[in-house]
């Protein structure tokens, strides 16, 4: 079946650093998402892809679609306290399509 | 204008017992999808529930089944609790093909 593997699966860096993550499949998705989860909460959209090739930002967050629908990358840059937590990316092949999800990155700010 | 809930937060079973699990969605949402989440792990799809049919199913055994209201609440039950089951159950509403807003989870414990 359909796997991600997200790298890393943990980072710690110091406030004020950019921060970089990525995934990738063994098999293409047409929709590519990064998701946030909190202690105690669900995930949380906070980017979506839907072109190979499409470079979308929300804020301090910059993410892009893979040209060849098996990559995706997330950017967060100046980090802030409340940056921590873990970080999804999740692939769909349709819209209305299962959510394939990545083992998660842990982002954890040094004090 | 509330969003996904789910009740309860949390559960203690033991194995060979069988639950319930609620979820409401977010207003205006017709389709719900049900994920298991293992600690240190992403999100896995159980199934997807559309007029009150499961249209969607992941690679999850029969013990653990579903159902949709016409109001478009849903069940998960799982039957025959394995300490493996222990995991965050999340819920996922959507309207149409539109995002897909998560629900804060149950945590369920099996002893």
């Known amino acids: 079946g359909q796997q991600l593997n997200q790298s890393p699966q943990s980072m710690f860096i110091q406030e004020g650093e950019d921060v970089s993550m990525n995934c990738t499949s063994s098999s293409i998705f047409n929709t590519w998402l990064w998701y946030k989860q909190d202690p105690g909460e669900g995930p949380v959209l906070l980017i979506a892809?839907?072109?190979?090739?499409e470079l979308t930002s929300n804020g301090r967050l910059t993410a892009q679609f893979g040209i060849t629908r098996k990559d995706s990358f997330l950017n967060i840059s100046a980090s802030i306290p409340s940056d921590v937590g873990i970080y999804f990316c999740a692939g769909q092949l349709h819209r209305d399509d299962k959510i394939i999800f990545g083992k998660g990155t842990r982002l954890h700010i040094l004090p | 204008d509330a969003g996904v809930t789910q009740s309860p937060t949390h559960l203690i079973k033991t194995r060979g017992q069988q639950v319930t699990l609620r979820c409401s969605p977010k207003?205006?949402?017709?389709?719900v999808s049900w994920y298991q989440q293992a600690l240190g792990q992403g999100p896995q799809f159980i199934f997807q529930y559309y007029e009150e049919e499961e249209r969607q199913r992941g690679n999850f055994p029969d013990r653990f089944s579903g159902h949709q209201f016409p109001n478009y609440s849903s069940e998960l039950n799982v039957n025959a609790l394995l300490l493996g089951d222990s995991a965050l159950y999340l819920c996922?509403?959507?309207?149409?093909?539109?995002?897909?807003?998560f629900g804060p989870g149950t945590r369920l414990l099996v002893l």
């Open positions: 892809l839907y072109k190979a090739g």
């Open positions: 996922a509403t959507r309207r149409g093909r539109e995002t897909q807003y």
């Open positions: 207003s205006g949402h017709d389709t």
